[in-house]
């Protein structure tokens, strides 16, 4: 067996040893990396330049912008308001309040950027909403929790920024433009499905609002969504960047939430500093040590040694996307998505480029795949979170959630396999 081999057999094992020993994933990546390179004899310094090189980045200023816009408004009672605006358009449906959940999710989604965040604030609202109209628990959550997957794909989702570094700078503007109508179709399938759902199992209470609360409702809704509108607005029309728009909508969230509502103190901004600070320090450790991890890989060019195992396979463009796409699938239960996501992008878009997919195209699809892993036990991070504010188990959720998976899953093929899905938008941008 030659060196190279082993340094690989010691890069995957160590950092699986460390992963089962519950380390944190950003230690296990900078750790397994410096055995690596201890054993290929390549200096400890290499480590320290690719991790300071991993963060010295203009497009990272992206990631703490949207961070804290979305913190900014979730506290400041975003949530509630479109829940409204969203019962507004359609909540008068029978079965219509599992619409609006789904609704509810995509304009948060369009907000936090952040799948845990969809269904940590929808979720306390929507879920005991449906109990008390006659849903049941279960049919809650796993409407809530499948419908919060829509916030990875959409913009200006935090993992479609990762992906962008991963991948070598692919355009973070294209990927918000491409996320925007595989957000729309997915939205629409989970309607559809939760709607024939509910009429099935007997959910047929319709949610009225009052027609004196209908300006009120719509101009809040307006207000709050406008964010979305400021981000996607200012990449189609060109006049600033995606790093820009993040600016302005934290701008735009502070005035709005803390001058205009005033729901809460001025005080409450240190608080949600803090909180930005900590998830912003723990997702730019992990793109450093990411960066890291990623150089052994190129450096043992495992990349290339997974594209030509993969072409021995086939050459079958469909046939090697389903491998890819069972593969991601699998990956996504046991592991938490923003590693795969810095992990698994180098070694699988040379693949997926030697085959013609554009690497937009691929983001997309590599984001609601893992975002189905979010769903899946032992790490299924949105479904933990969805069961804890129903009060249910996690066996439960997880049933109750099978038959949304399965919509996730149809529209996962869908975009795989009709790139125009996600590429029209960006092609007809130009980005």
């Not at 900078?30 to 480590?47: D, N």
């Not at 006659?134 to 499948?146: A, I, M, N, Q």
């Not at 993040?246 to 001058?259: E, N, P, Q």
Request: charged share 10%; aromatic share 8%; proline share 5%.
């Amino acid at each position: 067996m030659d060196s190279t081999m082993i340094a690989i057999i010691i890069l995957a094992v160590s950092f699986l040893i460390m992963l089962v020993l519950r380390f944190p994933v950003a230690l296990s990546l900078a750790g397994s990396t410096i055995l690596t390179l201890i054993y290929l004899e390549v200096p400890l310094e290499v480590i320290g330049q690719r991790m300071i090189q991993g963060v010295n980045s203009y497009a990272l200023l992206t990631i703490p912008f949207f961070i804290l816009a979305g913190q900014i408004m979730g506290e400041g009672g975003l949530a509630l308001r479109l829940v409204n605006f969203a019962l507004l358009i359609v909540g008068r449906i029978r079965g219509g309040l599992a619409m609006v959940n789904c609704v509810a999710c995509l304009f948060f989604g369009n907000i936090s950027g952040s799948a845990a965040a969809d269904v940590s604030s929808i979720g306390s609202i929507m879920i005991p909403m449906m109990e008390k109209k006659g849903y049941s628990k279960e049919f809650s959550v796993g409407l809530t929790t499948s419908a919060a997957i829509q916030g990875v794909v959409v913009p200006p989702s935090h993992n479609l920024i990762l992906y962008s570094l991963a991948a070598g700078g692919t355009s973070i503007s294209a990927l918000f433009l491409a996320g925007v109508i595989p957000g729309i179709i997915l939205c629409v399938a989970l309607m559809v499905a939760s709607y024939f759902m509910a009429i099935k199992k007997g959910f047929t209470q319709t949610q009225k609002v009052d027609r004196k609360d209908i300006p009120k409702i719509l101009f809040d809704g307006i207000l709050s969504i406008m964010p979305a509108f400021i981000i996607l607005g200012g990449i189609f029309s060109g006049w600033f960047t995606a790093s820009e728009s993040g600016a302005i909508a934290c701008l735009y969230a502070f005035i709005i939430t803390f001058f205009y509502y005033k729901e809460i103190p001025l005080s409450r901004m240190w608080v949600i500093f803090k909180r930005t600070l900590r998830t912003v320090s723990m997702v730019l450790f992990l793109i450093a040590a990411s960066n890291a991890f990623g150089w052994v890989l190129a450096f043992l060019k495992i990349p290339a040694l997974v594209t030509d195992a993969l072409l021995q396979i086939s050459h079958n463009p469909t046939i090697i996307m389903l491998i890819i796409t069972v593969l991601l699938l699998l990956l996504g239960a046991p592991m938490d998505m923003a590693p795969l996501i810095l992990i698994m992008t180098p070694i699988l878009l040379p693949v997926v480029t030697s085959l013609g997919m554009d690497p937009v195209h691929f983001g997309i699809v590599m984001m609601l795949n893992l975002g189905i892993g979010l769903l899946t036990p032992p790490v299924g991070t949105v479904l933990f979170i969805g069961c804890a504010i129903g009060k249910i188990s996690i066996g439960q959720g997880a049933r109750a959630m099978a038959p949304f998976a399965v919509v996730l899953l149809a529209v996962l093929l869908l975009l795989t396999y009709v790139p125009s899905l996600s590429m029209w938008l960006p092609n007809l941008m130009k980005h």
